[in-house]
């Protein structure tokens, strides 16, 4: 049940999904795996929307990830792990939603408990070999994977749904080698970012299509958006 102040609140995106929407949005838990470039708008836009998260990283901020990740600020350098930083800011965004925390790294010894309860997983990491474990336990869990991966003025996105579509492993067979350092720009992520969100609030509400068997490439840096169908 909604309260007058959430009705007045998401009054906007009700009028998208009707109020039974806004309730599964209410109910649900997603996981934001990575609170950087990509995390940072993605958990900013569905606390924006009412949904409960849990913020999963190891690292603190430092000053070079500030040109991003927007959920971090000077104060936090050094100090405050990127879950509790961004936490301590969503809560004040949004006092009607629950936060949770897991500082440290994914791992086969406690995936199961770490993300046990939740409905959606966002995939905002810069490595492969996590990735490919967040998507075998979305397989094995059927959990829908939201996966977006950024460089330069380039990103993409893709949705995947145990059963229905290609694993991640499947799409992307050969992993990149993992960069220590790579160029970014922060309206990159925020895009991608933004695009990611928009998935997890369409599979959570039911409304819209998402980017199932499809691979969304972005080019700002030619202002370039394709769509490749995976299925091909």
Not at 171 to 191: C, N, Q, R, S, Y
Request: glycine share 8%; with cysteine.
């Amino acid at each position: 049940m909604l309260t007058e102040k959430e009705l007045e609140r998401y009054d906007r995106q009700i009028r998208i999904f009707g109020i039974e929407g806004q309730e599964k949005l209410k109910k649900s838990k997603v996981a934001v795996v990575g609170v950087g470039g990509l995390g940072s708008p993605v958990a900013y836009y569905l606390a924006a929307a009412g949904v409960n998260l849990l913020l999963i990283d190891e690292q603190l901020p430092e000053l070079s990830n500030l040109n991003r990740q927007i959920l971090h600020w000077e104060e936090d350098l050094g100090k405050n792990p990127k879950p509790l930083s961004a936490k301590w800011k969503l809560e004040r965004f949004n006092s009607d939603i629950k936060i949770g925390t897991f500082v440290g790294r994914l791992t086969r010894e406690n995936i199961e408990e770490v993300l046990k309860d939740v409905d959606v997983i966002v995939d905002c990491l810069d490595n492969f070999e996590t990735r490919y474990l967040l998507d075998e336990f979305a397989h094995k869990r059927g959990i829908p994977l939201v996966h977006g991966a950024v460089e330069s003025l380039y990103g993409q996105v893709t949705t995947i749904i145990p059963g229905k579509t290609k694993s991640l492993k499947e799409i992307f067979p050969v992993p990149p080698k993992k960069k220590e350092k790579f160029p970014i720009l922060g309206a990159t992520a925020g895009v991608i970012g933004t695009i990611q969100a928009a998935e997890v609030i369409k599979l959570l509400t039911g409304k819209g299509e998402v980017l199932a068997n499809k691979l969304l490439i972005v080019d700002l840096m030619h202002n370039s958006f394709e769509v490749i169908d995976l299925e091909d």
